[in-house]
């Protein structure tokens, strides 16, 4: 279907300066703008002279503050301190074992700050509403990770969409083989990135996720949760690419050449 959808807009001589996108940045540093509830609950910004609603709303105190921190945490003790433990060579159980202690100890103690701001499952947007059903019933025992990890894809639209484009490249043996799918679209994402900066990020990504992986306990449940979602319900929508077409990416590479 991706090859058929890439001859297809070849042969119309489609590009990406065709597509709609976002505009407001075009003429304007900020637009006039208004919360409101969607008719099925969640929470989405009506910006000024845009085509489609943005899903959800940015809360810039908490972008800079609380989850910059968050995320920068993440960052450093999970993933840059994990790959310098592969470069050392220390071996992989010990390193796995001290990403779980990190995840459900010092992580969660500084996400445990932001839990008042967190919206609940219904005030989510849709995509990350599902991760969130999916994860509750998969593993209720692990939801302390589930809440702080929809938080940062609920309120970050950078990390949100990628997640949500990932579901492009999952392929058609998906519920087959979860881990090789994930992997594979890992391996895309990276492709998918302009600034060269994101790319070594995303080869960081993949290699410690990969090596979480290994973990017979988080493989099982990984794979049942994968299986679990609902994936048509977290893969972009117009909206979603509508407004990532601004971004730093090749939000349609899968479809054009750039």
């Known amino acids: 279907m991706r090859l058929l959808k890439k001859f297809f807009y070849k042969l119309i001589n489609q590009s990406p300066a065709n597509l709609e996108m976002v ?15 969607s008719k099925e609950g969640h929470l989405i910004m009506q910006m000024e002279g845009e085509k489609y609603p943005f899903p959800t709303y940015p809360r810039g105190y908490l972008l800079f503050g609380k989850l910059s921190k968050l995320k920068h945490e993440i960052k450093n003790q999970i993933f840059n301190e994990s790959w310098k433990k592969l470069e050392d060579k220390v071996p992989k159980e010990e390193i796995i074992k001290d990403i779980k202690h990190k995840l459900f100890n010092e992580i969660t103690q500084i996400a445990e700050l932001s839990k008042y701001d967190m919206l609940p499952p219904e005030k989510m947007c849709p995509s990350i509403r599902e991760i969130y059903r999916a994860w509750t019933k998969v593993s209720p025992e692990t939801g302390v990770l589930r809440d702080y990890l929809c938080f940062i894809l609920n309120e970050d639209d950078a990390y949100r969409w990628r997640v949500s484009w990932l579901v492009n490249w999952f392929g058609w043996f998906m519920k087959r083989n979860p881990v090789k799918s994930f992997d594979y679209a890992l391996k895309m994402l990276e492709h998918g990135e302009v600034i ?23 493989r099982n449940k ?17 909206a979603d690419k509508y407004f990532f077409r601004g971004k730093y990416f090749f939000v349609d590479y899968d479809v054009l050449e750039y």
């Open 222 to 238: 990984f794979e049942m949760l994968f299986r679990e979602i609902n994936w048509n319900k977290v893969k972009l929508t117009k």
């Open 196 to 218: 060269g900066d994101m790319k070594e990020r995303q080869r960081l990504l993949r290699r410690i996720l990969l090596l979480v992986l290994e973990d017979k306990n988080i």
């Open 23 to 37: 505009r407001y940045w075009k003429k304007n540093q900020a637009v006039a703008a208004k919360v409101i509830k």
